[in-house]
């Protein structure tokens, strides 16, 4: 046991090497943990303790006759009430415990503007909000053997949403509310520092947050199994101050315009070439034609 334990803590550490900050919820999930844990292993070791004592204090003499124990009415009632009375209080303590581990908190007055959470048709699981009812919402979909986040835009169309592969970018002191799917198979989202574990399961939805407060990097991996590169299949959360996220969204939403812009502009041209019976140009290079339109953009 006591192996398992120490090989489970640095494990944990070798994966997860965060810097700073960390989560609420993540912190209440902890405390839970380390409570848990000490209590089971002052039952453990007083268990065991009490069982060698009695083994080596009434180990069995030469020629000694046993005793005809019929049992203790009073220890056997004691020791039921101890073990429903541990239980209790650790009842107790989880529900207290609860509503920081599932309610996420207001974003800071400070943080990142949000948006008003809607309601998800059909969702699979509770769906967290803030009291005011305001976070930053983003999808995280599950693909063999990588995670893609798919941030809010005021835009109606939906197919220029700024996205991003492995790394997800977030706000510090503003809430962020996940919305968790997968495309394939099932996966699992885990960022140790950052909250529990919310599955990714072909459709369905789940959900899940956190609100990190410092800057800091925290490092996760796929917690399912779900294929050949499933120890592969990292995540990276990167913290940053709001001001540097919203430069951030900014450059990665005229990134995708240019690309968007640029693959139009060559499908039209495509279709001219195809209408006036020429052969579509075969040396264009897309990945040329994106960074000339990108460059114009911020020109």
């Not at 080596?56 to 003499?61: D, G, M, Y």
């Not at 490092?219 to 001001?243: F, I, K, S, W």
């Not at 996220?245 to 690309?259: M, P, Q, S, T, V």
Request: hydrophobic share 40%.
């Amino acid at each position: 046991m006591g192996a398992l334990v120490l090989a489970t803590g640095a494990s944990a550490d070798f994966w997860t090497p965060e810097s700073g900050g960390g989560s609420e919820n993540s912190e209440n999930i902890d405390t839970l943990y380390k409570l848990i844990l000490a209590v089971a292993a002052i039952v453990f070791f007083g268990v065991e303790g009490a069982l060698v004592y009695s083994m080596v204090k009434f180990r069995a003499r030469k020629n000694a006759v046993p005793a005809q124990i019929r049992g203790n009415t009073r220890l056997e009632i004691g020791w039921t009430l101890g073990a429903a009375g541990v239980l209790v209080v650790l009842a107790v303590v989880t529900f207290v415990m609860l509503p920081g581990i599932r309610n996420p908190p207001n974003s800071d007055p400070d943080g990142f503007p949000t948006q008003r959470i809607v309601n998800v048709q059909n969702a699979s699981a509770y769906q967290p909000r803030p009291p005011n009812g305001r976070a930053l919402n983003i999808e995280v979909n599950g693909q063999r053997f990588i995670w893609r986040y798919t941030y809010p835009d005021a835009d109606q169309n939906v197919l220029n949403n700024v996205f991003n592969y492995e790394t997800l970018i977030i706000p510090t002191k503003t809430t962020i509310a996940l919305t968790i799917k997968a495309q394939d198979v099932a996966h699992s989202w885990w960022i140790p520092k950052l909250g529990g574990k919310a599955d990714a399961v072909p459709g369905h939805t789940n959900f899940t947050w956190f609100k990190v407060d410092k800057p800091g990097s925290f490092r996760g991996q796929c917690a399912e199994l779900c294929g050949r590169n499933h120890a592969d299949m990292y995540a990276t959360v990167v913290a940053v101050e709001p001001d540097q996220f919203k430069r951030w969204l900014a450059n990665k939403k005229r990134e995708i315009d240019a690309n968007n812009k640029a693959a139009q502009q060559r499908r039209a041209k495509e279709a001219e070439e195809l209408a006036g019976g020429e052969s579509p140009t075969e040396d264009a290079n897309p990945v040329e034609e994106s960074e000339a339109a990108a460059a114009q953009g911020e020109g």
